[in-house]
């Protein structure tokens, strides 16, 4: 196991494909995916255990933009998408559910979801009192299997 923490939860090594000096890439637990796709749903989130993003200092806001453009890049590429839903929610108010800065990141096809921001209906499920519950939690093998794939993009030991 490593020290990341995302909010409460201790992160596994094994979840994490991309690290930088102040940001690690993690596969999800419970990805949303339309019915084309699959478990194509990754966050991206600050090393320091921060609920929202003003508490960011200059170098980790620049850090995990940056992050964000080359993970995008690489989920884009890797799953044959061409365009990106990138979307924080930054308080509990917006639908955060985890009291830690992450960016929500989605490749997108042509037709993946019926209407096209049915995929921000998704994400906030739980906000809007429908339970996301019923998304079952992937196993450490699944996610392992996924960070595996998506590590190759990046160099990470
Ligand atoms: P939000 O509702 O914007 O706070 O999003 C929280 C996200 O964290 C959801 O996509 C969850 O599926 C995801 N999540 C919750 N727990 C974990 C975990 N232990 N590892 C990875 N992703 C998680």
Redesign the pocket.
């Known amino acids: 196991m490593t020290g990341y923490r995302?909010g409460p939860?201790l992160?596994s090594e094994s979840?994490i494909f991309f690290k930088s000096n102040l940001t690690i890439g993690?596969?999800?637990?419970?990805?949303?995916a339309p019915s084309t796709l699959e478990d194509v749903?990754v966050?991206v989130i600050p090393k320091r255990n921060t609920p929202r993003l003003a508490d960011l200092d200059n170098d980790e806001t620049v850090d995990l933009m940056l992050s964000a453009q080359k993970i995008g890049n690489a989920v884009e590429q890797h799953y044959g998408c061409s365009s990106l839903t990138m979307t924080i929610?930054d308080g509990p108010q917006a639908?955060?559910?985890?009291p830690h800065v992450?960016m929500?990141i989605i490749p997108r096809k042509a037709g993946d979801w019926t209407n096209n921001d049915d995929v921000y209906q998704e994400?906030?499920k739980?906000k809007q009192g429908v339970d996301n519950e019923d998304?079952t939690p992937r196993t450490e093998r699944e996610m392992s299997a996924e960070a595996s794939e998506l590590r190759t993009y990046f160099n990470l030991d």
């Open positions: 995302f939860h992160i979840q993690i596969v999800n637990l419970k990805p949303i749903h966050l929610q639908g955060q559910t985890v992450h929500h994400l906030d739980k998304r």
